[in-house]
C-alpha cells in the first residue's frame, strides 16, 4: 500500500487527480468506479480543471458507483446519481452510454438487480480504478462493519453512525435506512485503488484500516490485501498513523513510484 500524505487538503485533491488524468491519458477507456460524499468533491473539481486547462478527454472513460441510497429516485438531490452530475458529469464530456450508476430504484428484483450490476462491470472488462472514501467507523462504500471481505453488490441496512453522520447532508428528512452497496469482494477485484480521507474526524479508522489488523469490524482493512492502492491523507487523517516515516518517504517519490498513474 502506498500511503501519501499530503500537506494540505486541496494538495491531496490535486495528487488524485493528477493520478487519475495520468491514467486517463495512458490509457482513454480507462473505467473509473466513483465515491460520492464530501472528501472526493475537490478532486472532481481538479479533474474538470484539467479538462478545462489541459482538454482532458472523458469521452472514452466509462464510470461506475460506489453506491447509493434505497428509494431515493435518480431525480433527488439527495441521490448519489444527482451528486455525480453535479460535481463531475455536467462540466465534462463524458458520454452518457459511459455512466452506468447504481440506481436507487431498481427495475425488477433486488437480487437480481445486484447480480445484473455485478455482470455490467465484469462485462465491460472491470473496473480499472476505484476511487473510495472512509466512513468513521471504518465502512467502504456502504459495506457496514462485519461485511465480508467477500461480499458482492447487495442490499445494506446504514448502521446509526452512518445515518447519524448523514444527517445535516438531508436536512429535515430522514436519512434512508437503507442502502445499494457494491461489496467489498467487488472493490477488491478493481486493478487499482484510490483511497482518499481528509480531517481530524477520519484518523481514527485510517490508522485501524491502514495499520490494523484485518478485520470484518473495519471493512475498509480490506485495503491491506489489494496489491495496487494508494491511499491520500491530509496531516490530520494521518495524525493516529504509527508508521509515519515510511509513508513521508513514499510521497516525495511518487513521480518515481507511480509514472503513469494508477492503472
Ligand atoms: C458515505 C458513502 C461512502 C463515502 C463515505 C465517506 O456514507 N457511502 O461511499 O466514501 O461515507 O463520506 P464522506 O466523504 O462524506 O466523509
Known amino acids: ?41 475537490g478532486v472532481y473539481q481538479s479533474l474538470v480543471d484539467l479538462h478545462r486547462s489541459t482538454h482532458l478527454d472523458f469521452s472514452g472513460v466509462e464510470f461506475f458507483s460506489l453506491d447509493e441510497f434505497l428509494g431515493l429516485p435518480s431525480t433527488s438531490s439527495k441521490s448519489y446519481d444527482a451528486f455525480f452530475h453535479q460535481h463531475l458529469f455536467r462540466h465534462i464530456n463524458a458520454d452518457p452510454a459511459h455512466i452506468h450508476l447504481l440506481t436507487g430504484e431498481p427495475p425488477g428484483d433486488m437480487v437480481s438487480y445486484c447480480h445484473s450490476y455485478e455482470r455490467l462491470i465484469h462485462d465491460r472488462g472491470g473496473i480499472d480504478v476505484q476511487l473510495l472514501g472512509i466512513g468513521i467507523n471504518g465502512h467502504l462504500a456502504f459495506n457496514e462493519p462485519m461485511s465480508s471481505f467477500r461480499s458482492r453488490t447487495r442490499v445494506s441496512l446504514l448502521s446509526a453512525e452512518t445515518r447519524e453522520t448523514l444527517s445535516p447532508t438531508f436536512n429535515e428528512t430522514a436519512v434512508p435506512e437503507w442502502a445499494v452497496t457494491i461489496g467489498l469482494g467487488t472493490i477488491a477485484e478493481a486493478r487499482a485503488l484510490l483511497m482518499l480521507a481528509f480531517g481530524k474526524e477520519k484518523a481514527k479508522a485510517i490508522a485501524k484500516a491502514v495499520e490494523g489488523p484485518l478485520t470484518a469490524a473495519i471493512p475498509a482493512s480490506s485495503i491491506q490485501l489489494h496489491p495496487n492502492a494508494v491511499v491520500i491523507l491530509d496531516p490530520e487523517a494521518a495524525g493516529d498513523l504509527k508508521f509515519k516515516k515510511y509513508y513521508q518517504q513514499q510521497s516525495s517519490h511518487l513521480a518515481m513510484l507511480l509514472p503513469r498513474g494508477l492503472a
Open 1 to 41: 500500500m502506498l500511503v501519501v500524505i499530503t500537506e494540505t487538503i486541496e494538495q491531496g485533491h490535486r495528487t488524485a487527480a493528477s493520478l487519475l488524468g495520468q491514467s486517463i491519458k495512458k490509457n482513454p477507456t480507462l473505467r473509473i468506479g466513483l465515491a460520492a460524499g464530501n472528501t472526493p468533491i
